[in-house]
């Protein structure tokens, strides 16, 4: 770990030069950034970095929803939940179906439970991708309200039907019923732990004598907090930190002093750029590790789901 901290460090440079890069260029960043992480994969003595996906999730997932669910108003999202809703759970469950049947039609050895797996991961579009490409496209302020809002919700109904799938991988058996009452407990779950911790907090902003300092480091301890509460309890993470953090951010000036509103904004703005490069850098650095693991299996067994992987990516 320390032998490659020097690569760490100029990996955070890297990333300030390339976001000013792609900000010269009028190019949204994450599609630099993974670019240059591809690149510096094949460049001999950079450090081959294995990702623990449950690493990824706990310390990269829980800020960069809950800055995003910060960042919205909740009276846009609920002016177009109707639309916002159909496009965050029933055309994603409609795309992992749709993954799922074409693999196990076109991908020999590739059951239906594995395309689910695959459609679970390429179905919803990335958060983080489209909060970005939308600051150099001018789009309405309807359509914008609309993909922000969508990519809130849809990590929550894609990581669901990922849940699922890898069960059914690993049992070779799917209860319908078990699945759907577990599906309801995930997402009724995940909304009432997120609005409960959230509600903890917003207590406890306002009893205990914080001054702006506290009340940053606690906003950042909040994300983590619901994300930790709600997988505890088998329920949804994600929608976890949506849900608290929409409700939290209503309620803003009812706990936050305008000092600690503008001193965590900033830190939140500075935490939430380095995660944010961070991400799309070790995208493409995982890029030998994944191809040593593909080496192992025939052509037709990769080919299509790398080519879904990726363009999922834009």
């Known amino acids: 770990m320390l032998d490659h901290f020097p690569f760490y ?19 949204a960043y994450p599609v630099l950034l993974v670019l240059a992480g591809l690149l510096l994969s094949f460049i001999p003595g950079v450090p081959v970095l294995k990702i623990d996906p449950e690493l ?42 749709s993954v799922a049947l ?43 309200s609309i993909l922000e809002g969508e990519s809130l919700l849809n990590d ?21 019923y078990q699945a759907a009452l577990s599906f309801v407990w995930m997402v009724i779950g995940g909304v009432l732990i997120g609005l409960a911790v959230g509600f903890v907090f917003l207590k406890a902003h306002k009893m205990l004598p914080t001054d702006v300092n506290m009340d940053t480091v606690l906003t950042l301890v909040t994300p983590y907090a619901m994300y930790m509460a ?34 965590g904004e900033n830190v939140w703005q500075s935490v939430t750029f380095l995660l944010n490069g961070l991400v799309f850098l070790l995208i493409g650095l995982d890029l030998p590790e994944i191809v040593e693991g593909l080496k192992k299996m025939a052509p037709a067994s990769w080919m299509l789901p790398a080519t879904a992987c990726w363009l999922r990516w834009y």
């Open 56 to 97: 990824i999730f706990i310390i990269f997932l829980p800020p960069l929803l809950y800055d995003a669910a910060w960042s919205n108003s909740w009276k846009e999202l609920w002016h177009w939940r109707r639309i916002i809703g159909s496009f965050a759970f029933v055309v994603v469950f409609l795309t992992a179906i």
């Open 156 to 176: 929550a109904s894609s990581l669901i039907i990922f849940r699922f799938a890898m069960i059914a991988v690993a049992t070779g058996q799917f209860v319908w």
């Open 230 to 263: 709600a997988e505890a309890t088998h329920s949804s993470g994600v929608l976890a930190v949506v849900s608290g953090g929409l409700f939290l951010s209503y309620h803003r000036h009812a706990f936050l002093s305008g000092s600690s509103r503008l001193r």
């Open 102 to 144: 074409i693999t196990n039609a076109f991908i020999p050895g590739f059951s239906l439970a594995l395309g689910f797996v695959l459609g679970g991961i390429v179905s919803p579009p990335d958060a983080v991708s489209a909060a970005a490409i939308l600051k150099f496209v001018k789009v309405p302020k309807r359509m914008s």
């Open 9 to 27: 460090l100029g990996f955070v440079v890297l990333i300030v030069l390339l976001i000013m890069l792609a900000n010269k260029i009028r190019v």
